[in-house]
């Protein structure tokens, strides 16, 4: 497919809070942000990791070293309701939102497994296109410590960078930008608007995302979101695992930066907002004359990396 290249885009980081714990409210929300950043210029909308139905911090599910109760299952098959099922009718709302404003949004949703028991949900990253379609998605590799209660793992038949007409876009997401080598594949892919919803709002967060843009000579979308804990439903069976939680759950943090590690836009503490940049993909190609990780500057003779993109099926039928 020959598609038209342009060198400059303008993109849009939204750091907003999920409507926790109820997928048609987020996914409204998502719509309305979508067309408030296309009616401000964005070719290319970001949504934080797992903005549909929540990213759900300080909840436990009930679940400690060898136990389990009754009221975590009753919100874990709460948050489990509310995610969403690719594809489907949230799937098709969120592409309408982006062919609507012509954008590319990419969005984190905590998916519900359909294609075997539907027990198991994964942190994942959807990538629409400006004309509606689903052009593909990532899911998390490796969900972090208490994460791994609520989180199935990725495999690596999702870890795309697509083509599009303002360069070539995936994503990693959060901690997943701790493992150098998941890193050095999204870089060998030819990665240059690499995408990283995050819930990390701690100031390393800022020193990770201008090492990545430094080190991957790219352009770094982090967004985050705002959350404070009034937020929550208090009809929640473990509301009380909040008790002991600041107001201000996340406090945001999102940044947009550039392939030498200077913030275009952010970061962005303590509120909502949109961030918006322009981007100059000329940029890429200039910052490439002293380093390129997988060109000029790898030693492939000493270091070699192998990526397997093959589907893991635990059952395998042979009719």
């Known amino acids: 497919m020959n598609i038209q290249k342009h060198n400059r885009v303008k993109v849009a980081v939204i750091q907003a809070a999920s409507v926790i714990m109820d997928e048609k409210a987020c996914t409204e929300k998502a719509v309305e942000l979508t067309k408030q950043a296309g009616e401000k210029g964005a070719n290319i909308v970001v949504f934080p990791e797992s903005f549909i139905p929540a990213y759900p911090r300080g909840l436990s599910f009930g679940a400690i070293i060898g136990s389990r109760s009754k009221e975590g299952r009753e919100d ?5 309701q509310n995610s969403v099922v690719v594809p489907s009718e949230t799937t098709e709302q969120l592409g309408e939102a982006a062919r609507a404003a012509g954008v590319y949004l990419i969005i984190g949703v905590t998916e519900r497994d359909n294609e075997t028991s539907g027990g198991t949900l994964y942190c994942s990253v959807l990538f629409f296109g400006p004309d509606g379609s689903l052009l593909g998605k990532h899911r998390k590799l490796k969900p972090t410590a208490s994460e791994r209660i609520i989180w199935g793992e990725g495999d690596g038949s999702t870890l795309p960078v697509f083509e599009t007409s303002y360069g070539k876009i995936g994503a990693l997401i959060c901690w997943e930008n701790y493992m150098p080598l998941a ?30 843009a ?13 959350v404070t804990k009034d937020m929550y439903p208090t009809d929640l069976a473990c509301y009380d695992d909040l008790e002991s939680s600041p107001q201000e759950m996340c406090t945001g943090g999102s940044a947009i930066v550039g392939p030498l590690g200077d913030y275009l836009s952010g970061p962005v503490f303590g509120k909502e907002e949109i961030l918006i940049a322009d981007l100059d993909l000329n940029e890429i190609a200039q910052s490439h004359l002293d380093f390129d990780v997988v060109g000029h500057y790898s030693r492939p003779d000493v270091f070699q990396l192998i990526v397997d993109e093959e589907p893991k099926k635990g059952i395998k039928i042979n009719k």
Not at 76 to 80: C, H, T
Not at 183 to 212: C, E, F, L
């Open 183 to 212: 890193r050095a594949a999204m870089y060998n892919k030819g990665i240059q608007i690499y995408i990283a919803p995050t819930a990390d709002a701690r100031d390393v967060w800022q020193s990770t995302i201008r090492h990545i």
């Open 214 to 226: 430094v080190e991957g000579r790219c352009f770094v979308l982090s967004c985050n979101q705002y």
């Open 76 to 80: 874990w098959f709460r948050y489990w």
